[in-house]
């Protein structure tokens, strides 16, 4: 029952795994926003793991984007790496 798509299943993570993607130390960083996790490592607002107003990688942004001035078209084009744990 092979389709093709390769058997990889979605990632999970939990808020203790997803605090270790922020982008410091060599790690990648990942933001969860509605709890999808998206990887943010080469986007160049967030070097480092810090974007602006003292926001960070490696944590769940639902209200902090809806509060940015760009909102959340700016997720569209990031690659998706995983879901946040309900």
């Given at each position: 029952?092979?389709?093709?798509q390769?058997s990889?299943?979605t ?13 410091k ?16 490592t080469d ?44």
């Open positions: 029952m092979d389709s093709g390769g990889e299943e990632r999970v993570f939990t808020l203790e795994e997803l605090s270790q993607y922020n982008g130390d060599g790690n990648p960083a990942y933001v969860a926003v509605d709890g999808v996790v998206y990887d943010v986007v160049e607002p967030w070097a480092n793991g810090e974007h602006k107003n003292g926001i960070t990688a490696g944590n769940e942004l639902s209200d902090e984007i809806l509060n940015s001035p760009h909102g959340k078209g700016v997720l569209d084009n990031l690659p998706v790496v995983g879901m946040l744990e309900e």
